[in-house]
């Protein structure tokens, strides 16, 4: 292993540097050294650059959604060993608050989100307690290995929604997580997905993931199409993963969502909305918060390598490490064809 390596910091909003650095050692007994091969490029990443991440500080180095392969362990670490592939867990949880004791770490009291409250992934080699990896099978890719985190987000958010086959789902937003949304209730066989979007090619991809329906926000009306694809019921289940202010008002105006359904916001918008207690209790909503995943790793790991996800188009845009610029240059100017992009490591 070589003793120096490069790390991505993003020193302040709009600024970043590649630093090179000394390779860190694992020195605690339960201490894991990665060598990084695949990371995702997030929403909350694209955040964190222009400075509209509330969760983030600086400086920090980006990335959450890693994979890589075990460089060297602690004197007591049986989890894994050199040379396995691994999975990182983005949550540092305390272990000892209210949260943690009733199986709510991704919530803890003072918790640390790793690439966000503190250091992530895009780095040459980095270190995590043995009990925040988990191994994932050498067939998978890592390309594909890089989006075990996002899945699990959508394990998470359908189990706090509570989703079952009875549900007709409505999805507004039909990006990365919204995608995988779609396939995870779809998996749950529930009875109708909806999908919104003002992106056609987005919707033409939820048709693909087995979207029932369709809607274009920016020539249809959503409470009129709801309206008629539900035959005036609405849908039991919204998520509001298009994450814009106003998103969460525009899904809860009344005919989208039916009597006792839920919503499930999925963003961290600062913005005010202009919800009242009358669209929430005339209607006994639930609203339940959703935030990153908890004990979904592993489950998402074993459908991942049973194949059971359509990885199609998850991630358009794969770029090597070397090449970051690439990577901030699509963050500073967006492309709408740019759907997802993971960062490959250099061997």
Avoid at 47 to 68: D, K, M, Q
Avoid at 164 to 170: I, K, N, Q
Avoid at 231 to 253: K, N, Q, W
């Amino acid at each position: 292993m070589a003793e120096m390596m490069k790390e991505v910091v993003v020193t302040k909003p709009h600024t970043y540097e590649v630093r090179t650095v000394p390779r860190p050692e694992p020195t605690g007994d339960y201490d894991v050294l990665i060598q990084m091969k695949a990371a995702g490029v997030c929403g909350s990443d694209f955040h964190i650059y222009n400075g509209t991440n509330p969760c983030s500080t600086y400086p920090r180095i980006p990335g959450h959604e890693n994979a890589g392969v075990v460089a060297a362990v602690g004197p007591k670490v049986t989890k894994v060993k050199p040379g396995d592939h691994i999975i990182v867990d983005l949550i540092h949880p305390c272990g000892h608050c209210y949260q943690c004791k009733i199986g709510r770490k991704n919530v803890c009291e003072n918790v640390l989100v790793r690439g966000s409250g503190y250091d992530g992934g895009w780095r040459e080699y980095f270190i995590a307690p043995e009990d925040e990896v988990y191994p994932i099978s050498k067939d998978v890719p890592w390309k594909d290995a890089a989006l075990v985190e996002p899945f699990a987000i959508g394990a998470h958010c359908t189990t706090r929604g509570r989703v079952v086959p009875e549900d007709r789902v409505l999805i507004l937003g039909t990006g990365t997580i919204g995608s995988i949304i779609l396939q995870t209730c779809k998996a749950k066989g529930v009875k109708q997905v909806i999908c919104a979007d003002i992106s056609d090619s987005s919707l033409e991809r939820a048709k693909e993931y087995g979207a029932d329906a369709v809607i274009n926000t920016k020539t249809e009306s959503l409470k009129d199409r709801i309206v008629q694809l539900t035959d005036g019921h609405g849908v039991t289940i919204a998520f509001d993963s298009a994450c814009f202010p106003g998103s969460l008002t525009m899904i809860m105006e009344p005919g989208i969502v039916c009597n006792a359904g839920r919503v499930v916001p999925m963003g961290f918008v600062t913005a005010p909305e202009s919800i009242s207690q009358a669209m929430i209790n005339q209607r006994e909503l639930d609203i339940i918060g959703s935030r990153m995943s908890c004990y979904q790793f592993e489950p998402t790991i074993t459908r991942m390598e049973n194949g059971e996800f359509n990885l199609k188009g998850i991630a358009t845009n794969f770029i090597p490490f070397s090449h970051i610029q690439e990577v901030f240059d699509k963050i500073a100017h967006p492309d709408p064809s740019v759907k997802k992009m993971v960062i490959l490591f250099d061997e």
